[in-house]
């Protein structure tokens, strides 16, 4: 809990300052709201292969943390750094080449003009994105999750006194609109990266609990001289193959969100906007299962590493934060699904006022109940899973799992309605749960599972080399 608490701190910073930006841009009108919107849903595309890069750092890290290996951990922050202008180049320099087809992909006439605009500064800026990203699991990777909390607690405040001064002018500043959203949040990401920086030249990471003292953990990323290319691209490797599960899942998700979305439309604009609303309401609650996540991740990563540092079958310690992770997740998702349930009609009336749009809202989120406890505890067990070097399994999980959703809530439709579409999210959520929970053979002592973590003997050579050149 220790480790969770800040995560969603700085996951729910996020969503106030999005909605608060977005309350901003709707008064610009319907164009500019497709916009801001066709951007989000981009970024959001490109998230997804974010995490595996951001995601695959904050394990192998931890597992160097947790193993006391500096000259590991120094080699997973060099290569996350490489990974990260690699991705930023790779990303920014086509999308601003191509800005204008994307936007006209999706959106013509003013609004698809006004998207491109937004792209015009967002692709340029998408380093700054990434690497606050990978700033942050370096941070995280260590145990650190406050100081991630700060860094965004500080760019989504000056997000907030940005927005209006530069979507709509007020006295000596420029009404710049969508431009000026999109110059507010690269400014506020600028500065948060900046900190962010000045914080790791000026703060030493904590010690791991045994071993060799941790100093210049994180520095030795960016410090240490004369690592082997080849050390750089196998550790690069490590990484993408241990955060691929994780953007797997997060880009499955959002996929069978859009076709989520797409099936309720087919119901009309009211059951569409009351989903909107009901939607809004449950990213608040579940970002509470993913900080659950975030912190077992890191966990299980440092305890794999110690054990398999002092020669000890791992899984007997993972099977124990499994277990502890099951029951802080399902605690959350019971109180999550009694929330729903008990305050759909008086939450639902903050955000709207029509009667038919309420309905669809308060009977979306009461159904809701049915999915939050399941979903939690695949949330939460995923990210042990993941960091265990388990990771297939929970991707199968969720690949099925969501086909599941789909076809049953799309059968369920007919008899039953827009509700129909809500009782496949259940649905899905428990095939989820049980692929999950399906008792695995039981390894051998030392056996790393899929295997990214594992320190061979091809990267022990690595690693003396690495802490020659670190001493010289």
């Not at 202008?85 to 999706?106: M, W, Y």
């Not at 550790?235 to 979305?261: C, H, K, N, S, Y």
Request: glycine share 14%.
């Amino acid at each position: 809990m220790a480790l969770a608490g800040p995560v969603y701190g700085e996951l729910l910073s996020g969503v106030v300052a999005s909605v608060v930006g977005a309350y901003w841009v709707a008064g610009l009108g319907a164009p500019a709201v497709a916009a801001v919107t066709l951007a989000g849903t981009v970024e959001n595309l490109l998230l997804g292969l974010v995490l595996v890069v951001a995601s695959g750092t904050t394990v192998r890290l931890a597992h160097a943390h947790g193993a006391g290996d500096r000259a590991g951990a120094g080699r997973v922050a060099r290569a996350a750094w490489r990974l990260c202008a690699l991705g930023s180049l790779l990303i920014a320099v086509p999308g601003f080449l191509a800005r204008d087809r994307i936007a006209g992909a999706f959106l013509d006439g003013e609004a698809a003009a006004l998207a491109a605009d937004w792209f015009t500064v967002a692709f340029p800026a998408f380093g700054l994105f990434f690497a606050q990203r990978i700033a942050d699991e370096l941070f995280k990777g260590v145990g650190d999750t406050r100081t991630p909390l700060r860094t965004a607690l500080l760019g989504n405040a000056l997000l907030l006194v940005l927005d209006p001064l530069l979507i709509l002018g007020p006295g000596p500043f420029p009404a710049l609109g969508v431009t000026g959203a999109a110059l507010a949040l690269t400014a506020s990401r600028a500065v948060a990266l900046a900190v962010t920086a000045l914080l790791r030249r000026r703060r030493r990471p904590p010690a791991p609990a045994e071993g060799p003292p941790a100093e210049g953990l994180l520095a030795d990323g960016l410090l240490a001289e004369g690592l082997l290319a080849e050390g750089l691209l196998a550790e690069g490797r490590a990484i993408t193959a241990t955060g691929a599960p994780f953007g797997l899942d997060f880009t499955a998700r959002m996929g069978v969100g859009t076709v989520q979305l797409g099936l309720v439309a087919a119901f009309g604009v009211p059951a569409v906007a009351g989903y909107g609303v009901g939607y809004r309401v449950l990213l608040i609650v579940t970002m509470a299962f993913y900080a659950v996540r975030q912190a077992a991740a890191i966990e299980a990563a440092r305890l794999t590493g110690a054990a398999r540092r002092a020669g000890a079958d791992p899984a007997t310690a993972v099977r124990s934060l499994a277990r502890d992770t099951a029951g802080l997740a399902g605690v959350l998702g019971a109180g999550a699904a009694l929330l729903c349930a008990a305050a759909a009609r008086p939450v639902t009336a903050l955000f709207t006022d029509d009667p038919a749009v309420a309905g669809e809202a308060v009977g979306f989120l009461r159904m809701a109940g049915l999915y939050l406890l399941p979903y939690a505890l695949v949330v939460a067990l995923g990210g042990v899973h993941q960091a265990a070097s388990a990771g297939r399994r929970p991707v199968v999980a969720v690949l099925f799992g969501l086909t599941a959703q789909l076809a049953s809530g799309a059968a369920l439709s007919g008899p039953f309605g827009v509700r129909g579409l809500w009782a496949g999210m259940t649905i899905g959520a428990l095939v989820q749960l049980a692929l999950l929970l399906l008792p695995l053979p039981r390894r051998r002592a030392g056996a790393t599972g899929d295997g990214p973590l594992r320190n061979g003997p091809e990267e022990a050579s690595e690693i003396r080399l690495i802490e020659r050149n670190a001493s010289a």
